[in-house]
């Protein structure tokens, strides 16, 4: 268990703007000795840390946002060069492949939609290996399984360079509040050195050991999220169907033990049919498929989860991938219900 370590006493608050010259010399002195030009070093002069962010999603935009507004170095590349646009116009640099942000970069994040992505991104043709090297680093804050992270692990230690995974906690909002809370495991001198980056995104941060138990963490908390919000939607349309107000449902939960800030916010809109997305239903339907592998690989037995699963494998089937996964409550609709017992 030692390794399971809380490590929010490292915290280090929100930096100053621009990013600190402090941070730049801790950063340069254990990641990157391309960091520092030897023009600037006899001078004494620090360049801040070059930092890459490749995928610019819901999650992946606030959070090179905030590290933007923060004063950092900031190379972007997403696949659809136009979400790139807005960042660029707010002072980040492009580049148009992962190979190129990672060979012009200290350290690259990625936030990608899922295992394949995050794979191809890394280790495909154009992918960050290509660009790594020592002195360098790769962080993946994307959902993925233990066994792609522990690939990608592979492919970026290969080079020479460090790997952190580190998906996060926490949505669209916590995304844009620089909230988030990092799951991280890997090479641990890449975390101290990241953390500062991290504490612009978020507000605290684990690191769990071994490459992929950050990614373990982070599934079992989504599966545990996704039965949550099935169990939720069951209980609104059965108060609606009893002639309950489902309002007052979502009331009386606020006030007792099983209160979560996720019935608060979602409920509202989930009761008037509105699912305006902050975590797509795709992407819960992904993370509750990943976390049922994991339980397989442990002849761990988990049917509430697998129950869920099935639930949004219906919502997806009828569009509602895109949509907040909070639709999944569409998949239970007597509509649905009917057309799938068929
Ligand atoms: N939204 C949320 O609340 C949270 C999401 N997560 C996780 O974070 C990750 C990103 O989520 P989110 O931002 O919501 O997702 P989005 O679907 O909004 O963004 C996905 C990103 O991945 C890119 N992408 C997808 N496929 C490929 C590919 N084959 N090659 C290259 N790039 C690709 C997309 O590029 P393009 O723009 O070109 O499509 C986009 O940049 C996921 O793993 C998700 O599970 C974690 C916590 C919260
Ligand atoms: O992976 C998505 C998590 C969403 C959340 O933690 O609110």
Known sequence: MSSLVNCNHFAIHRLPSPFSSAIATRFSRHISNVSVSSQ???????????????????????MAQNLINAGVDLTVWNRTKSKCDPLISLGAKYKSSPEQVAASCDLTFAMLADPQSAMDVACGKYGVANGMGP??????????????????????KSTGALFLEAPVS????????????????????????????????????????????GAAMKLVVNMIMGSMMASFSEGLLLCEKVGLDPKVLVEVISQGAINAPMYTTKGPSMIKSHYPTAFPLKHQQKDL?????????????????AAANELYKVAKSHGYSDEDFSAVIEALKTKFQNSENQ
């Open 40 to 62: 600037s070093q006899q001078q004494g002069i620090q360049t801040p840390p070059k930092i890459g962010f490749l995928g610019l999603g819901i999650m992946g935009s606030p």
């Open 135 to 156: 002195g360098k680093g790769y962080v993946d804050v994307s959902t993925v399984d233990v066994d792609t992270s522990k690939l990608i692990n592979g492919h970026i």
């Open 170 to 213: 926490g949505s669209k909002k916590p995304a844009e509040d620089g909230q988030l809370i990092f799951l991280t495991a890997g090479d641990r001198n890449l975390y101290q050195n990241a953390a500062p980056l991290l504490d612009i995104m978020g507000k605290s941060k684990f690191y769990l050991g071994d490459v992929g138990n």
């Open 289 to 305: 498929r990943l976390a049922l592998g994991l339980a397989e690989s442990v002849s761990q037995s988990i049917p509430i989860a």
